[in-house]
């Protein structure tokens, strides 16, 4: 056999897109994100934002209505008091959206292939239009990994940029560019939503800082940790500010001073964020170990329980009798209020679970990658009720 | 009692060892390199493990600019793979000089409706001067799991998105003690994050600077490789010429949507295969110039 120069070029084509194949060993770069109010579910999975309706998982709408390849949706849909979905996207145009349900066509939106695109945009062509957003803020330099969070009539949004933007809620206008830069000429990599107790907004930053911001007169504190977090902080039934870290430790904040101290040591990174059920904290680290923190003894409950070997990223719903926790290999854990555990839902074939689940319409969503769907919905013993999309 | 003293007339005349019939050296080279791309398919983890922990401690030696951190990882691998560049340059150039070779073109014009008869003739050529015609293509083959791993290594090492960073944790070695890098620094140079596709606002709009360079030094890089051809017209001119433009198109694109830090990665290494063919007098400048290939 002779390798001409042709089949070296079809050799190395072929390697380029085994590359490229294989690449997609990288896969999912990061997970979905996903809300629910009372009876739609929104998920933000990659080139799209779906609303599902919760009884049957039928798909309402998605947006985009034309598929656009440099939008990415990942943060978890943020549902507005006004009826707005605030998403942002972490692709190649990172704008900020606030899509407006209530603008959605009835009946399906015709299509509009690549060609015809770009002849509608030059002006030779007509293209149906749709404009389902109620405005769209494009001023950000960096990525939205945050979702952004709803205070009265602002909408505070951290950026991958290290700037905090905080927007008029109704017209998306820029009220306030806040940069949380630290000391560092690099730009803070503010990665999870904020939290409010009202009167401050609390902002962690992968680079290893925490910043507590006046809601009104947005001056703020800045405070350092040894680990980055990834996660975002909460607010303890003590008033205090409760942030997990990469440098495996949980710390308690002042809300008004910034002046902290840690108070437990952990086994694994926390990435997840932690969730408050009246005096006690519930969590997981990326080593697969479970917590419950009790505020008031400031001690644990029980020892930490070791669900299994593989990460855990997810918050955990926390009900009175217990907690769900949702594992990496797609395993749903139930762990009572001893911390015995137990399999509640067994996972999938394939796929992986990152995304914190939603409890909404009497189901828990769980949200996975690298699986047949995206998104399944579990009754209250565990067992599927429905998949989305149901065909995929 | 047997003597075993034998006079050397009488001693076994020692054989050197002799491979199975129809097994050629060049057949066990293949052999070889077949078995390391399935060892690294097999331990596709490790091997991404492997290459994100160098990353990782380039990194820290570079004074945590991930920037100069590829930079420098690239220069590893071209200096590890050296050797099988050289001999896949070397294979390269006998092959084209092979085109050239009045036997070649002869058997090609004889043979032409006899496929068949055509590659055993040619077979048969590489065999009397010696030329293994996979000369070029087993070093390149034996690159792939590297290059393979590259995309996966550069994407978790950097970290720039929340599945990426939690991969940079699964793979980093203990030792590394990661923690202590993280977040790592990810701009370099005018990019804000090397985890994420380039894109330069010039004169308002969004240009991919980063990925115009890769196509510009893979077509300079290509260019400077083509030997001169008697023919210009022949067909394996034209594929040449053809690869000129393919190659570099291809790996605009592939850098245009990939992360910013793999576009770095070819950049330096285009620059470096330019300086390394260079060094061995085998860089054909002229072929740079309008019309010349032309000799």
């Known amino acids: ?392 | 009692m047997k003597n075993t003293n034998k006079t050397p007339a009488q001693q076994p005349v020692q054989q050197p060892p002799q491979l199975p019939q129809g097994f050629s050296t060049e057949s066990l080279k293949t052999i070889a390199v077949i078995a390391v791309l399935v060892l690294a398919f097999t331990n596709w983890n490790s091997l991404i493990a492997i290459m994100v922990n160098i990353m990782i401690f380039i990194y820290r030696i570079a004074g945590h600019n991930f920037g100069l951190a590829i930079i420098l990882f690239t220069i590893l691998i071209r200096v590890v793979t050296w050797p099988l560049n050289a001999q896949q340059m070397k294979g390269q150039v006998a092959m084209q000089e092979m085109q050239n070779d009045k036997e070649w073109q002869a058997i090609q014009k004889k043979y032409a409706k006899d496929k068949e008869k055509l590659a055993q003739e040619q077979m048969r050529v590489y065999r009397e001067k010696g030329i293994n015609p996979f000369g070029s293509c087993l070093p390149m083959l034996i690159q792939f799991p590297i290059l393979f791993a590259l995309i996966p290594t550069i994407t978790y090492a950097i970290g720039s998105t929340p599945l990426s960073l939690l991969k940079l944790a699964e793979y980093a070695y203990d030792f590394q003690n990661v923690v202590g890098l993280l977040p790592l620094k990810s701009n370099f140079l005018w990019m804000d994050d090397l985890g994420l596709p380039e894109r330069t606002l010039v004169l308002g709009l969004s240009i991919p600077v980063l990925a115009l360079i890769v196509g510009i030094t893979t077509y300079v890089q290509t260019k400077l490789t083509m030997p001169p051809s008697a023919d210009p017209n022949d067909q394996t001119a034209q594929t040449t010429k053809m690869m000129a433009i393919y190659m570099p198109v291809m790996l605009f694109f592939f850098s245009l949507n990939y992360a910013s830090g793999l576009a770095v990665y070819f950049i330096t290494s285009n620059v470096l295969g330019i300086v390394q063919y260079a060094l061995q007098g085998k860089a054909n400048w002229r072929n740079l110039l309008p019309g010349g290939q032309k000799k």
């Not at chain 1, 926790?325 to 797609?330: I, K, L, N, P």
Request: aromatic fraction near 10%; charged fraction near 20%.
């Open chain 1, 1 to 392: 056999m002779i390798f001409s120069m042709r089949k070296k070029i079809l050799l190395v084509t072929v390697i380029l897109l085994a590359a490229v194949l294989l690449s997609g060993c990288v896969g999912s770069t990061t997970w979905p994100g996903l809300s629910a109010d009372g009876d739609t579910a929104y998920l933000a999975n990659g080139l799209s934002v779906y609303a599902i309706n919760l009884s049957d998982g039928e798909e309402i709408w998605h947006y985009p209505l034309q598929s656009n390849s440099k939008l990415a949706f990942n943060s978890n849909p943020v549902l507005a008091p006004n009826g707005l979905v605030i998403v942002g996207s972490s692709g190649v145009d990172h704008s900020l959206f606030a899509i407006n349900p209530e603008k959605f066509p009835d009946g399906p939106v015709e299509s509009v292939g690549g060609v015809q695109k770009f002849l509608c945009s030059i002006g030779l062509a007509t293209c149906p239009e749709h404009h389902v957003e109620e405005w769209i803020f494009t001023d950000s330099e960096g990525h939205w990994v945050a979702s952004p969070l709803v205070v009265s009539d602002k909408v505070f949004a951290p950026n991958a940029d290290g700037n905090l933007y905080i927007l008029d809620l109704h017209t998306g206008d820029l009220l306030k560019k806040l940069t949380l830069d630290g000391d560092s000429k690099t730009p803070n990599r503010l990665w999870s939503q904020p939290v409010s107790d009202g009167q401050h907004v609390f902002v962690t930053s992968l680079d290893l800082q925490v910043f507590g911001v006046d809601a009104e007169t947005y001056e703020y504190w800045r405070q350092d940790l040894t680990g980055a977090i990834p996660g975002s902080g909460v607010i303890g039934s003590d008033g205090m500010l409760y942030v997990g870290s990469l440098a495996k430790q949980l710390e308690k904040f002042d809300p008004v001073t910034g002046k902290h101290e840690p108070v437990l040591d952990t086994k694994g990174w926390i990435w997840g964020t932690p969730v408050v059920n009246g005096d006690n904290l519930y969590f997981s680290d990326v080593d697969g170990n479970f917590y419950s923190y009790n505020i008031k003894s400031g001690k644990l409950n029980w020892e930490s329980v070791k669900l299994e070997a593989g990460p855990i990223t997810a918050s955990p719903l926390v009900y009175a009798d217990g907690a769900l926790v949702v594992a990496e290999s797609g395993n749903v854990y139930f762990v009572d209020g001893t911390g015995s555990d137990d399999v509640w839902h067994a996972a999938p074939e394939k796929g992986k679970a990152y995304t914190t689940p939603v409890s909404a319409g009497g189901y828990v969503l769980v949200s996975y990658i690298e699986s047949d769907y995206y998104l399944i919905a579990l009754d209250e013993d565990g067992d599927q009720k429905w998949i989305f999309p149901a065909g995929k």
